[in-house]
């Protein structure tokens, strides 16, 4: 992959629909991952620092202050504005409201609430400010729908949603980003010790080989025969 040729195509596609939307800037979710930090450097560069606000939303009780001062290193490495706020009282209000049923799927319902919870704070905040949501999801998450509909799905660009997640990973060393948040693992910190990679079984690595494939149009079948051959 051209590192700078994607870096600069991303960067003017993402001024250019700023533009055209007519908004004053742009709204982020900012966790500390890979992904949240490639996104904001992106979306700095193409309408500057000052029109960015980042919003850090981790939950009291389960995101690790180290998590949290990642996110606000990117923030000030930077220099946009950020807030944080703590998504567990919003959370704790859902739970005592709604009767909790004794299923399989129980962490499942609660982690997608906690991502419906974050999109609904970046949209309000998008709304009071008149700037446009942008996403973080990567092109192997939105191929294996591996995200929450109306949570993390839920924005208005995905300017690295063309880029499968170990492209992400090459672009974050292009443009600086802190080696130890490109190396820590891909996690949506929906549940204690949740890694991306040990809930879908296998490595980013070997997904994104089959995407890419898949992409080129050959058969599972063709596929199954290039992996063995």
């Not at 930090?37 to 995101?63: D, W």
């Not at 982690?111 to 704070?121: E, G, T, V």
């Amino acid at each position: 992959m051209d590192n700078k040729l994607v870096r600069t195509k991303i960067v003017k596609e993402l001024k250019n629909y700023i533009k055209k939307t007519g908004l004053e800037g742009a709204v982020v979710g900012i966790s500390g991952g890979i992904d949240s930090s490639l996104t904001t450097f992106l979306i700095t560069e193409a309408i500057g620092a000052k029109k960015v606000l980042g919003i850090h939303m981790p939950q009291g009780r389960l995101t690790s202050k180290k998590e949290s001062n990642d996110a606000f290193e990117i923030a000030n490495q930077l220099g946009i504005e950020y807030m944080i706020i703590d998504i567990d009282p919003i959370f704790d209000s859902y739970r005592e409201q709604l009767s909790l049923m004794d299923s399989s799927l129980k962490v499942y319902s609660e982690a997608n609430l906690k991502a419906r919870i974050r999109m609904s704070i970046l949209y309000y905040y998008s709304n009071q400010l008149n700037k446009l949501v942008i996403g973080t999801g990567n092109r192997t998450e939105l191929l294996l729908g591996y995200y929450t509909k109306y949570g993390d799905g839920g924005v208005d660009i995905e300017p690295i949603g063309d880029l499968y997640k170990t492209q992400v990973q090459e672009l974050a060393h292009h443009v600086a980003i802190p080696e130890h948040i490109i190396c820590k693992p891909p996690s949506a910190g929906l549940w204690p010790g949740q890694t991306d990679e040990e809930e879908l079984g296998l490595p980013y690595e070997t997904i994104d080989s089959i995407l890419m494939l898949l992409d080129c149009g050959l058969s599972k079948k063709e596929i199954l025969n290039k992996s063995t051959a």
